[in-house]
């Protein structure tokens, strides 16, 4: 059974820096993209961002490029969603999700549940 | 502001038809698939159509998609009251280069 399982709810002050993960297992992990996809409380989702387990390519959205980092670790299946300073508006819930593609012709089958992040003083 | 706009809500009786639009440009719907995702209240969502009206295992196929031009539709028929959920479309936009979703529709069955 295929799944991401992320790490748990986070509370942090403005300025620190956060590191979260999302564990794979069922699958092959360095053959499928990992995506990071955002939901502020209430609203929408966004897109941050698309990485290839199995040689660390990397291609973030424009909104986010530079906000935030993705890294793996393939020894243990499981990718990481870095700050480095974190603001209020990084309030949100973060899932990672599985891509099969990492084209425009891809979708994302399986989603983490979720690690809510909490900024504040 | 969403990309891709939804209506914020819609509704329907038990067993009834529903349709939930999607609307984009040229360089999102015009020119690439649609994705449609499922999150149920609480619970992170879930890919319920792909690209040209694929459904994954295990998704009935009282759901189903289309895409005309700049405009995509999710239509859920003999609506039942499970499907009570928030509705996401996504295309990928060459101008913005990544993945734009809608605002969301929440449908609620009465």
């Known amino acids: 059974e295929v799944q991401l399982v992320q790490s748990g709810a986070e509370v942090k002050k403005p300025g620190e820096s956060l590191k979260i993960s999302c564990k794979g297992s069922?699958?092959?992990?360095?053959?499928?993209?990992i995506g990071w996809v955002r939901q502020m409380p209430g609203k929408g989702l966004e897109w941050m961002g698309i990485?290839?387990?199995?040689?660390?390519?990397?291609r973030y959205s424009p909104s986010f490029q530079g906000q935030v980092t993705f890294s793996v670790d393939k020894s243990i299946s499981t990718a990481y969603l870095q700050w480095s300073s974190l603001k209020a508006s990084d309030t949100a819930m973060y899932y990672c999700?599985?891509?099969?593609?990492?084209?425009?012709?891809?979708?994302?089958?399986?989603w983490g549940q979720g690690t809510l992040v909490t900024v504040s003083s | 502001q969403s990309v891709l706009t939804q209506p914020p809500s819609a509704s329907g009786t038990p067993g009834q038809r529903v349709t939930i639009s999607c609307s984009g440009s040229?360089?999102?719907?015009?020119?690439?698939?649609v994705n449609w995702y499922q999150q149920l209240p609480g619970t992170a969502p879930k890919l319920l159509i792909s690209?040209?009206?694929q459904r994954p295992s295990g998704v009935p196929d009282r759901f189903s998609g289309s895409k005309s031009g700049t405009s995509a539709s999710l239509a859920i028929s003999g609506l039942q009251s499970e499907d009570e959920a928030d509705y996401f479309c996504a295309a990928w936009d060459d101008s913005l280069n990544g993945w734009v979703f809608g605002g969301g529709t929440k449908l609620t069955v009465l």
């Open positions: 040229s360089s999102n719907i015009g020119s690439n698939i």
């Open positions: 999700v599985r891509d099969p593609r990492g084209t425009p012709t891809t979708y994302f089958d399986y």
């Open positions: 069922g699958y092959s992990f360095t053959n499928y993209w």
């Open positions: 690209g040209h009206n």
């Open positions: 990485i290839y387990p199995g040689d660390s390519d990397t």
